[in-house]
């Protein structure tokens, strides 16, 4: 999975895990094979109760409709996934961590043509290759990514975190802490950051400020890095 930074409006940078290459194209033969088994269906469907050839067009176009519009109308109404999409857990997000809005998701799917059904997927998994934030052309266009929800497992899942030889402490109020609670404050600002959610960083902040019982001079983000890494420097060099 390939790493990329983005800055929010305000000004905190978070780490999306671009959904590499492999991963999109197996979420996409999953739904090809849903909608493959949807089609063989349909044409029993039409088939058992041909009356006319009017009848039967219509019933066509409206079993076709689901075809269509799949990948639109899953990712709309499942949170930027199709069932693909959730088998294999990756999500449409905007670049910024956010939920895109319909018109994203429509700008993404109408360029599905371009990228996808006319070349085969070619495109989209040239430019997925080169843009650098997993991005085929219709995200380019719809301000959109992939992102893998399969985190790699790594230093910020664990307790443990590398602290500078010349750091220098701030609040050794930290120590009140035990290592669960740090554990999960560094998993709660984690997934925070993840999913956007600011609001829970700003309560995650106040409550770590209150069990510690100190008066945070830095912004709620520079607060919660700094007392995970004073933990980190006490248990560490004392």
Do not use: C
């Amino acid at each position: 999975m390939k790493e990329f930074q983005i800055k929010t409006a305000q000004n905190i940078s978070i780490s999306q895990n671009a959904a590499n290459v492999g991963t999109r194209i197996g979420a996409y033969l999953i739904d090809s094979l849903i909608i493959f088994f949807y089609i063989i269906f349909a044409i029993f469907a039409i088939a058992g109760s041909v009356r006319s050839m009017d009848y039967l067009w219509s019933l066509y176009t409206l079993l076709s409709l689901p075809v269509l519009l799949y990948h639109l109308l899953f990712e709309i109404f499942m949170n930027g996934q199709s069932p693909g999409k959730m088998a294999l857990k990756i999500r449409v997000v905007k670049l910024d961590g956010s939920k895109p809005t319909m018109s994203n998701y429509f700008i993404r799917w109408l360029t599905r043509l371009i990228d996808i059904t006319f070349t085969s997927g070619g495109l989209a998994i040239l430019w997925i290759l080169i843009s650098g934030k997993g991005q085929r052309i219709g995200d380019l266009a719809a301000g959109t990514t992939v992102i893998s929800e399969q985190s790699p497992i790594g230093l910020r899942h664990t307790l443990l975190q590398e602290v500078a030889e010349d750091y220098v402490p701030k609040y050794p109020q930290v120590m009140s802490l035990t290592d669960r609670q740090i554990q999960n404050i560094k998993q709660i600002k984690f997934e925070a950051l993840r999913s956007g959610d600011f609001d829970l960083i700003d309560k995650l902040a106040k409550k770590t400020a209150s069990m510690m019982q100190v008066e945070p001079e830095e912004k709620n983000m520079s607060f919660l890095e700094r007392v995970i890494t004073d933990y980190n420097y006490y248990t560490q060099k004392g």
